[in-house]
């Protein structure tokens, strides 16, 4: 499998708290079969320039020890979006994107809202060439009318990530529920771990909700989810969506 959104840089978000609570979850996620991992601090309106230097100090670091303790994982440098940001004042960032790629960025609803100028900024990054990922979106729908504002973000372009904790109820029932009715309707494109800590958001997730998306989905779609879409974000490559060209 392969993660790609996690919070493991310690003091930067509400992630991982330590060095060392950071490499036993890349050991843990090593033990399920997790080959490679991005690593998605947030960016929110409380950024400054020295969190930004101190977030590629913290992953640094973090690479030497994996490499230090021969954990046989590739690590890689993304981030994870607040949607009420200013794009323009970070876009020059070096983990902007994920693993660099100049392409593919997660974009963040506030929590439990899915306010009505999502679809203006995820639609000026698409007109600017970009590929934004709406990161766990299955959190932020409260109503009917919401599917089908995914649905329509998924037509213009836009990728879903959704947590695969979601799938195991870690959310509550209504989470739970809104993830497999978008699988269901074929509009997630890959599952991610949005791993935190070691216990109450722990990587482990993956492993379960892998088999879980297995039977009940077939094992291609769970191959895809699960490794094929987030290796081929890594690598800058095109996935498969369901854009459909319309002509006025
Ligand atoms: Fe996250």
Redesign the pocket.
Known sequence: MIDL???LLPGIDDGAKSLEEAVQIIRQGRKIGITAICT?P?LSSSFTKDRAEKIMENFLMLQERIYEEKIDIQLYLGS?IDLRMNFDSIKRLPFFFINQTQKYL?V?LPLGEFPSFTERILFSLLIEGLSPIL??PERSLSKEGDFERIEKLKDSGILIQLNAGSFLGDFGKKIQKQAQRLLEKDLVDFVSS?A?DLNRRPITVMAEAFKMVKKDSGEEKGVKLFRKNPEKILRADNIETQVEIKYF
């Open positions: 959104h996690t919070h998605t947030h994870e997660f963040e990161a766990h949005d935190h």
